[in-house]
């Protein structure tokens, strides 16, 4: 297991108060520029929730009362989400609670530099702990995904799993996929219901191992089962109407090549 980390983990400030962010920001850059690396602050939820889009740290900082919505509230409506948490506040009466969210520290103000260590220190030990169980994983679920694609027989499933379950899932109950950076999130029928699984593999992946006769990619992020197909609707931005009437984007250039797809498959 690696010893240390590959590169500085890239880190979000929110705050408030735009003095405690350059404090801790400061702080940082003169101690431990060589494995924390500010991308920015926010002062409200509503702007870090704009940079958690740009961006994908390893680690939020992040004091908990904050005006309109606290730190609890935040976390709550955007997850599932995969940065570290360490939280910057003045109460101590919210320490029991950031535990059961697997924060990795508490640093109460005025922050020390010997608190901030602690904390990064602890930080650097869970990433390194994380990208090798990481590692692992993703070695073998090539290895099942592998395993699929050399078998001679024809499939009708297909084996998904990930850290919080494994399951045979029907192809033809399978509505679309959506690619995210390197995972892919699975929108399957459930009875009268959808279910999405976020598996951690790319689309591309999933893209050989789903049968080319009936699933299409319309999009570089979406791959979609024809057979769930409603419409296609062709317009200033082309979309695909699936029959539980989510709209997808289509691309220009794919167009006609779904429309031919969708004459053969009839």
Known sequence: MPQKLSRPLQA????????????LQSF????????IEIYGYALSTTEAEKLLVQVQPDVVFID???????????????QPFSFEIIFVTAYDEYALRALKLNAVDYILKPISIEEVETAIHKLEEKIILKQF??????????SDLKQQMLQKTKQDKILLKNKTRMEMINFSDIIYLEAEGSYTTFYCK???????????????????????ETFYRIHK??????KHINKV??????????NNLTELPLSRRRYLGLVEFLKALQ
Do not use: H
């Not at 979000?12 to 404090?23: G, H, Q, R």
């Open 133 to 142: 169980a990481s590692k692992v994983e993703n070695q073998n679920n090539f």
């Open 221 to 226: 992020s979406y791959l979609v089962n024809c």
């Open 233 to 242: 609707l062709k317009q200033d931005r082309n979309l695909v109407v699936m």
């Open 190 to 212: 459930e009875g009268e219901t959808i279910k999405s699984l976020v598996m951690s593999n790319s689309i591309m992946d999933y893209e050989e191992l789903l049968p080319v």
């Open 64 to 78: 908990i009362e904050m005006p309109g919505e606290n730190a609890f509230q935040f976390l709550d409506r955007i």
């Open 12 to 23: 979000l400030l929110l705050d408030d108060e735009i003095d405690a962010c350059k404090n």
């Open 28 to 35: 940082i850059n003169k101690y431990w520029k060589d494995k």
